[in-house]
């Protein structure tokens, strides 16, 4: 094995369930070098959801914290409470996310709690067999929608953006050093950190949406969508229809943090005289 994979991953749980292909590896690499350069191996702790993307943190000789289908925010909101001297990093995909975790999703980001969510994208329900998800591009044919899915698809990172969160990049598969890059910069940023990651599925999104299985040339279908957000400020609407942006796309310094206003709060009331 790599030195750096001697060094972090579990060997009791390998193999990865990952299919052949899958862009989740890559994902897990890029995580395993930024905490390898940032040293901060000791001071983690990592929370994954249900489905491919929830398995992640299994792999990592951490502490891990392997919860419910989109509970994964709500478990690691009082794992950061408990324990705000952690370094709390969430693995979850966009069904565990968007769906049956948006609510979780979306007040964890208004409260800035200082936790890293790295959402990995497959525009489709991976491990369950291929149904259509919040972020399944309209039109796509999946399982369940052999016609065309009806639904308009979500922007992740503009959800982010709207519900408070205060550091987003976006990056994909085929993007390994600008992904390890933004993995150290959320870890760092102090305050809700949201990295999306788009990867590709060869077992079910390649094989109903794009029409093959081949996991470099769904790879290199990323690498064309993708438009560094630099880029794409000089583009008009028209030409940036149906890519999306890459890179650091938004971050916020000095906001509140929750887990500190927290405990701020608790140290304020516990002065006060009782009645």
């Keep these: 094995m790599h030195p750096l994979a001697e060094k972090y991953l579990r060997k009791s749980a390998l193999p990865t369930i990952y299919c052949p292909g899958c862009g989740h590896g890559t994902v897990l690499n890029a995580f395993v070098r930024a905490i ?5 191996g000791d001071e983690l702790a990592l929370v994954g959801g249900i489905g491919c993307s929830g ?6 000789k951490s502490d891990v914290l392997h919860t419910l289908h989109g509970r994964a925010l709500a478990m690691a909101t009082g794992l950061k409470l408990a324990r705000p001297d952690r370094k709390v990093v969430v693995f979850t995909g966009d069904g565990d996310c968007l769906a049956i ?20 994208n497959n525009n489709i329900y991976g491990m369950t067999g291929g149904q259509t998800a919040p972020s399944t591009p309209y039109g796509a044919i999946t399982q369940t929608s052999p016609h065309g ?22 990056w994909t598969s085929a993007h390994p050093l600008g992904l390890k890059k933004s993995l150290k910069q959320a870890m760092v940023h102090q305050g809700f950190s949201f990295v999306e990651v788009m990867v590709q599925c060869p077992t079910q999104a390649g094989r109903y949406m794009h029409g093959t299985s081949d996991a470099l040339e769904l ?20 030409e940036l229809k149906g890519r999306f942006t890459v890179g650091k796309l ?3 310094n000095g906001l509140p943090e929750f887990s500190r206003t927290q405990y701020d709060l608790m140290q304020r009331a516990s002065k006060e005289p009782r009645a």
């Design 250 to 252: 938004l971050e916020r």
């Design 219 to 238: 790879m290199q279908m990323l690498k064309k969508k993708a438009i560094p957000v630099k880029k794409a400020d000089q583009k008009s609407p028209e």
């Design 36 to 40: 390898d350069e940032l040293a901060i």
């Design 55 to 60: 398995w992640t943190p299994v792999f990592i």
């Design 149 to 170: 899915n009806p639904e308009p698809a979500f922007d992740a990172c503009e959800l982010a953006r709207s519900f408070g969160a205060s550091f987003i990049a976006r």
């Design 101 to 120: 975790g948006g609510n979780h999703f979306m007040h964890a980001a208004r409260r800035n709690l200082d936790l890293t969510v790295v959402m990995m």
